[in-house]
């Protein structure tokens, strides 16, 4: 296994961040046969975002794209027990989106459609299906419901784990408590990463800097839109007669939602008034906001205590798509970063991909759409189906 504590003079490719996508795109690199590569984190691995997701897993999404990246993931991590070899206590319980309006019918309809036409088993249900399979829910004013049973949730923490221990065991360094500050380039050639260590050669960038990436991109200049915004969750006190297979449950409408965790429920909503920034501490202010949103929707919460919770940033982009690409005017700097909200459950499939740009192979699922001149190019396109 590789040292991670030393940094070395020299490196083939060198990546930025330490959660869910440098972890994986450190493994898929180092398992494919790469030699010296180097990931880089300024904290503990995972302590970005990545660790304050909620774990949500799926496949349902408006975009074709989203749906292929979400498939392949959940494979994957069907199959992480073996490859790179982890318990990620995996649930595959399925989500649930509760409906309330006309028009989100319709489009949920359609996203249905194109998932079932790429393999995904999702359907259509009744408030009545629905309430039968997340008994807490209150169907007033629910129009329909989606779900696929393929979906669900795991463990951040251990998908990093297992990706970290897979990259050293082929042969990757991890270098923790080293924050990298520039990229260095010779007309259009990466040169070197400067760290707050010292200085690493190299001719290839990997940025998977999540919410910090808009920085690491100005440093090779690459224009990164992304703009950090803060999530928060809350974990309930136990609660009896949970059912054990209870979906991971979301209203749409609102953005409120709930799965199992340990003997009681994770609970999270984005909050519309929250200021895009840099804010890792929790704040009570979004609490009436989420209130009300609980009395609507499964008001038997409102009698039950929190335990504890924490705040994360979700890294947006304009049209909450991610950014995935090579970059021009630059040689090889690669990113995978700009998720807004959906990265974590992307993770492995991302990590295919980086490795397959890097080698200059055409990867399984075609992201040119999601480069980051799309914007510059006015072909954005938007995913509804975020949370």
């Not at 990246?69 to 995996?90: H, K």
């Not at 649930?96 to 259509?124: H, K, T």
Request: proline content about 6%; some cysteine; aromatic content about 6%.
């Amino acid at each position: 296994m590789a040292d991670g504590t030393q940094l070395p003079a020299r490196a083939n490719v060198v990546v930025i961040g330490g959660g869910v996508m440098g972890v994986s795109a450190a493994f898929h690199l180092a398992e494919a046969g790469v030699g010296d590569v180097v990931l880089l984190e300024k904290n503990a691995l995972g302590s970005g975002s990545t660790c304050k997701a909620a774990g949500g897993v799926r496949a349902q999404f408006s975009d074709r794209l989203n749906i292929e990246l979400g498939q392949r993931s959940l494979e994957a991590f069907a199959r992480f027990r073996q490859r790179p070899g982890q318990e990620i206590d995996l649930h595959q319980v399925g989500y649930l989106f509760l409906l309330d309006d006309p028009n989100a019918v319709a489009a949920f309809e359609q996203n249905v459609a194109l998932q079932n036409e790429l393999g995904v088993p999702s359907r259509m249900l009744s408030p009545e299906e629905a309430q039968r399979r997340a008994p807490l829910v209150n169907t007033e004013g629910l129009l329909a419901a989606t779900y696929s049973p393929a979906d669900g949730h795991c463990t951040p923490e251990s998908v990093v784990l297992g990706y970290a221990t897979g990259a050293r065991r082929h042969g990757a360094r991890i270098v923790t408590g080293c924050a990298a500050v520039g990229v260095e380039t010779v007309g259009e050639r990466i040169t070197a990463v400067r760290t707050d260590r010292g200085r690493i050669e190299t001719d290839t960038v990997i940025c998977a800097a999540g919410a910090w990436s808009r920085e690491v991109g100005d440093w090779a200049g690459v224009d990164l839109p992304v703009t950090p915004l803060r999530r928060q969750v809350l974990i309930t006190e136990a609660m009896a007669d949970l059912p054990p297979d209870l979906p991971m449950t979301l209203d749409f409408a609102t953005s409120f939602y709930f799965h199992r965790e340990g003997r009681g429920l994770l609970i999270g909503m984005s909050d519309p008034e929250e200021e895009p920034g840099f804010k890792l501490g929790r704040s009570d202010a979004w609490l009436p906001r989420l209130g009300a949103a609980i009395e609507r929707r499964a008001p038997q919460l409102l009698d039950v205590g929190f335990t504890s919770g924490w705040a994360g940033l979700y890294e947006m982009t304009p049209d909450h798509n991610a950014l995935i690409g090579e970059a021009t005017g630059i040689d090889r700097f690669l990113y995978a970063t700009g998720f807004s909200g959906h990265g974590f459950l992307m993770g492995p499939a991302v990590g295919e991909v980086l490795r397959d740009l890097y080698l200059g192979r055409t990867p399984a699922i075609d992201v040119a759409p999601l480069d980051t001149a799309r914007f510059a190019q006015e072909r954005s396109r938007p995913e509804l189906n975020i949370v």
